[in-house]
């Protein structure tokens, strides 16, 4: 690293902005995640157990279940849990909160160690429109040895008659049957509550690093003009050019080092509360939402992308900074300009055109979704070939990237001094 770049580098570092805004970042995720967990809820053989309690207790239940969910393990499970739900040990009454026709509290509380596995075919059948969740009345031991098999009909459908104005090609349709052959069957179950929680908010930190570096390097140029000290910055040697180079590398090393640092006491307050099992899952096991993903990946592997992803995410937007802030010539109207240029696609509808669903999705505010962009089946077309969403906006972000900074460095090079 340069003298010049370490330099702009303490630059950045020492403003307030840097620290108030990684305490902004972690007091953001912190108050996400610590919300979450003590809004869980669990049951154990007497009452409702929330908050830490809960997790421990889920965290169990979920673990005597640990392993492959063969059609073996679903019926069985179906068929003691049903011993207990349609058995005359605990009639149907008035129950948990007030609601009528459902199990009783005893039964509530008999039947909820069974929870990990009886949710998640019920939430994954639910697609199919069936939602007797506490009398069970519609799941069986046959339909459950069968949730494999449902969940390959249900991709077909979707793939042969999907809803919207999404269609597919027999090219787009065979790209994501050749993805889910590669989804190992039958599919392992563990507690991930974990991983879920911290990708699922991964948009939220996303937005909010974005922000954060907006705000923190929009005087990298901008200040220049603001006090003036242009004139002199330009006229010396390196004025044109190594300074420049050193400000746009000071600029992305702190980007990298406030989006990794923000990331890892994210990830792990995360594991501190829940632990860190169930990393090797697959993805569609994390939560019941993604059990229809047609990527074969594990859970690891899914945060490690979005890992990758929102990152670059954060330097195309620090890109997109730099840019208004070698033209413009206060910070402010650099912070303001830049946040609408990241916040506008989020306000956009799509409509019913394709090819601005595929534009609005990779765009900056839009990228930051890129987590739940693994549930759905979208490929963007281009150059011939189909690039399924998340590695598209992963690309996306790169390009923008490398577009804009050649025009951040020339921006700042061609000012002309009053």
């Known amino acids: 690293m340069s003298t010049l770049t370490?330099?702009?580098?303490?630059?950045?570092?020492?403003?307030?902005?840097?620290l108030l805004g990684l305490l902004g970042i972690i007091i953001v995720t912190s108050f996400v995640t610590l919300t979450t967990a003590f809004l869980e809820q669990s049951y154990d053989t007497s009452h409702k157990v929330k908050g830490f309690a809960a997790i421990t207790l889920q965290k169990r239940y979920t673990q005597t279940f640990r392993g492959e969910l063969t059609p073996a393990v679903l019926s069985d499970t179906v068929t003691s849990y049903l011993k207990i739900v349609q058995g005359p040990s605990y009639p149907s009454k008035a129950g948990i909160e007030g609601m009528t026709d459902i199990l009783s509290n005893d039964g509530t509380y008999a039947a909820y160690p069974y929870s990990p596995i009886i949710d998640f075919l019920w939430q994954s059948f639910s697609f199919m429109g069936e939602h007797e969740q506490y009398t069970g009345a519609s799941l069986t031991p046959e339909k459950a040895a069968a949730l494999y098999d449902v969940?390959?009909?249900i991709i077909e459908k979707h793939l042969e008659d999907p809803l919207g104005v999404t269609s597919y090609s027999e090219s787009d349709?065979?790209?994501?049957?050749?993805?889910?052959?590669k989804i190992a069957i039958p599919m392992k179950l563990d507690y991930a509550r974990g991983w879920d929680v911290v990708l699922e908010f991964s948009?939220?930190?996303i937005i909010v690093t974005c922000f954060v570096l907006s705000i923190c390097t929009a005087p990298v140029f901008a200040s220049e003009y603001e006090t003036g000290a242009d004139s002199i910055v330009l006229s010396t040697r390196h004025g044109r050019s190594k300074l420049i180079s050193a400000k746009l590398?000071?600029?992305f090393l702190f980007a990298s080092g406030m989006f990794l640092a923000g990331w890892l006491f994210t990830f792990t307050v995360s594991m501190i509360v829940?632990?860190?099992?169930?990393?090797?899952?697959?993805?569609q096991m994390v939560t019941a939402r993604f059990f229809f993903s047609p990527y074969p990946l594990t859970v690891l592997?899914?945060?490690?992308?979005?890992?990758?992803?929102g990152w670059l995410t954060c330097l195309a937007m620090v890109s997109i900074t730099l840019l208004l802030s070698s033209r413009m010539r206060t910070s402010f109207s650099v912070i303001i300009w830049s946040t609408v240029f990241f916040m506008a696609p989020l306000f956009i509808p799509s409509g019913k055109s394709r090819l601005l669903q595929d534009l609005l999705a990779l765009l900056p505010g839009r990228q930051t979704e890129v987590y739940s962009a693994f549930r759905g089946y979208e490929l963007v077309?281009?150059?011939?070939?189909?690039?399924?969403?998340?590695y598209a906006i992963g690309a996306a972000a790169l390009v923008i990237t490398i577009i804009l900074l050649p025009f951040a460095y020339r921006g700042f090079r061609k000012h002309e001094v009053a």
């Open 6 to 18: 370490r330099f702009e580098l303490r630059k950045l570092i020492r403003r307030k902005s840097a």
């Open 151 to 153: 969940r390959t009909a």
């Open 173 to 181: 349709m065979e790209t994501f049957r050749h993805m889910n052959e």
């Open 203 to 205: 948009y939220l930190f």
């Open 249 to 251: 590398k000071a600029s």
């Open 274 to 283: 829940y632990g860190a099992s169930g990393w090797d899952l697959p993805l």
């Open 301 to 309: 592997g899914a945060f490690l992308l979005t890992t990758l992803f």
């Open 381 to 390: 077309h281009a150059f011939g070939l189909n690039f399924p969403l998340p």
